[in-house]
Structures are given as structure tokens and as C-alpha cells.
Nanobody
Framework: QVQLVESGGGSVQAGGSRRLSCAASGATDSTYYIGWFRQAPGKEREGVAVRYTRGTSTYYPDSVKGRFTIFQDNAKNTVYLQMSSLLPEDTALYYC????????????????????WGQGTQVTVSS
């Protein structure tokens, strides 16, 4: 079992920055991927940043590339999502998720491939 607890959500003006944190505990050595996903009202959950925990690879969709960065503090067992140049369309409930199986790159943003999820943290970007 892997437990994930997100924090850092809140309200921010468009163009601003926000850092989200995901504290991981439990069987974290079993993971292959740690990712950040988001879900806006009426929309499907989508991946915004994924990190391969057994190497250095990171993945971003075009919608956030250059604006979002995922990184990890191994000493704290915490994964961060640094978001900058935020847009109103970035408003969503942001989730941290852990995958425990290898994936083809094409599947890293598929939420169904992730076994463990946090409770989510809300980010609201106002224009």
C-alpha cells in the first residue's frame, strides 16, 4: 500500500505560480511512476506531470510543458508540482497518483494505470 497526501492548493491570480506537494508513505519502493493529474468540473481527469521513480524521466503534455515541473525530494519522500504562468483553465482539483507497474510512454497519462491516489487539492486561477 502507498499513501499519498497532497497539499498546497489555493487561489492564485492568472500569471502567478503555485507549488503543490505530495507526501508519500508506505511501500513507495514498489512504485514505477508518481504523477500529478487534475480534474475540472465536467471534464475527464487528465495527467499534467509524471515522473518515472526508477530513473530520471519526466513527462508533460503540451498543455503545461514549459510551465509545470515535477520534482522529488527523496529525503522527505515528497513529490512536488511547481506551476508557473498559471491560466484560468488550469483551475481544477489536482491529484497525486502512484503507479506500480511499468508503462509504455504512451500510457503514462492514463489515470486507469495508477493504483494509488491522494484525496486531491483544489487550485483556482482567477483572471
Amino acid at each position: 500500500q502507498v499513501q499519498l497526501v497532497e497539499s498546497g492548493g489555493g487561489s492564485v491570480q492568472a500569471g502567478g505560480s503555485r507549488r503543490l506537494s505530495c507526501a508519500a508513505s508506505g511501500a513507495t519502493d514498489s512504485t514505477y511512476y508518481i504523477g500529478w493529474f487534475r480534474q475540472a468540473p465536467g471534464k475527464e481527469r487528465e495527467g499534467v506531470a509524471v515522473r518515472y521513480t526508477r530513473g530520471t524521466s519526466t513527462y508533460y503534455p503540451d498543455s503545461v510543458k514549459g510551465r509545470f515541473t515535477i520534482f522529488q525530494d527523496n529525503a522527505k519522500n515528497t513529490v512536488y508540482l511547481q506551476m508557473s504562468s498559471l491560466l484560468p483553465e488550469d483551475t481544477a482539483l489536482y491529484y497525486c497518483a502512484a503507479g506500480v507497474a511499468p508503462l509504455w510512454d504512451v500510457n503514462v497519462f492514463d489515470p486507469s494505470r495508477y493504483k494509488y491516489w491522494g484525496q486531491g487539492t483544489q487550485v483556482t486561477v482567477s483572471s
